[in-house]
């Protein structure tokens, strides 16, 4: 029997609208490849009424994908990469970080109002502490509401006017087509910093082999990983990891790689939103060893922060 690559997914039209980016960009690095992509439910998308912090985070969406991986049900498994807890067990590597689609969070509102010039007791909803914080960080009159579901969900509560807003990732619009197709007001990243590695792809595979067992698709991998990706995840991913950032921190981070340089700058909130704490660093890279560098770059701000008094603010979690 030929053999056909298991691409591991969650369900959801987004999550796979993103596989079959990935399958399709893979059939194209190996002509005659057979995949087939294997929709995986997770915790995270069965539990719809309560929010995600209370109910164990964003590792919801990831477990179930890793099982699969370990029994063998799944050669591979895609994922919007802000799901990965900072550090993967063991048993599990990131095979390859595709080149990364537009990071921003975007808002999408009746009136066409951004952040700041909506009125007094608009109603903005998002399920993302850090983008409540944000928000009203720039416009403390909103009255932020909690929200769950797909785009196409979120994006019907404008619609049928239950809200006046949503704040959405950018990436997500693209991916499922509706980017031209609703009045997208990107936010700036020096107002709203993204969410580590938002925007971002990761291709999971098992530690201890090559993916799918072949070194052909081993390569196609390799292939389709991304340095300026790579480079600009892996320090977001180290600086939570360095704080201890866990699915409840509003946190958010973002580093940018340029042909000379590498920044990042973060912000953290604390669970109640009234205390703040931001910082940035920059070096320049070496690109020789550009993924342990901005690990290293990441690791440096968070204990930056940390001496900062970044702790207090996570110990109210």
Do not use: W
């Amino acid at each position: 029997m030929p053999f056909v690559l298991k691409i591991g997914s969650r369900p959801s039209a987004l999550a796979l609208a993103q596989t079959e980016l990935i399958r399709a960009r893979l059939s194209e690095l190996l002509p005659g490849l057979r995949s087939e992509i294997v929709a995986i439910s997770t915790s995270g998308d069965r539990i719809k009424s309560a929010s995600l912090a209370q109910v164990g985070g964003k590792g919801l969406f990831v477990k179930e994908l890793e099982q699969a991986l370990a029994d063998g049900r799944a050669d591979i498994a895609v994922h919007s990469m802000k799901d990965l807890p900072a550090a993967l067990g063991p048993a599990y590597r990131i095979a390859a970080v595709p080149a990364r689609e537009d990071p921003r969070d975007a808002i999408i509102s009746r009136r066409g109002a951004g952040v700041r010039e909506m009125p007094r007791g608009a109603r903005l909803g998002t399920s993302s502490m850090r983008r409540r914080f944000m928000a009203l960080r720039l416009n403390p009159g909103l009255e932020v509401i909690a929200l769950r579901g797909n785009v196409d969900t979120r994006l019907s509560k404008v619609e049928n006017g239950e809200l006046d807003a949503i704040v959405v990732a950018v990436a997500g619009l693209k991916r499922l087509g509706r980017a031209d197709r609703v009045p997208m007001r990107p936010l700036d990243e020096r107002d709203f910093i993204p969410a580590a590695a938002q925007g971002a792809l990761a291709i999971e595979a098992l530690a201890d082999r090559k993916a799918g067992g072949s070194a052909e698709i081993e390569d196609a991998l390799c292939r389709l990983d991304d340095p300026r990706a790579r480079a600009e995840t892996a320090a977001e991913r180290a600086f939570l990891a360095t704080i201890g950032a866990s699915c409840v921190t509003p946190v958010g981070v973002k580093a940018t790689l340029d042909e000379h340089r590498l920044s990042i700058r973060a912000i953290l909130f604390s669970l109640d939103g009234r205390r703040e704490l931001s910082d940035e660093l920059s070096v320049a890279h070496a690109r020789g060893a550009l993924e342990s560098g901005a690990s290293a770059l990441g690791a440096k701000l968070g204990n930056q922060m940390l001496s900062r008094g970044a702790g207090e603010l996570l110990a109210d979690e």
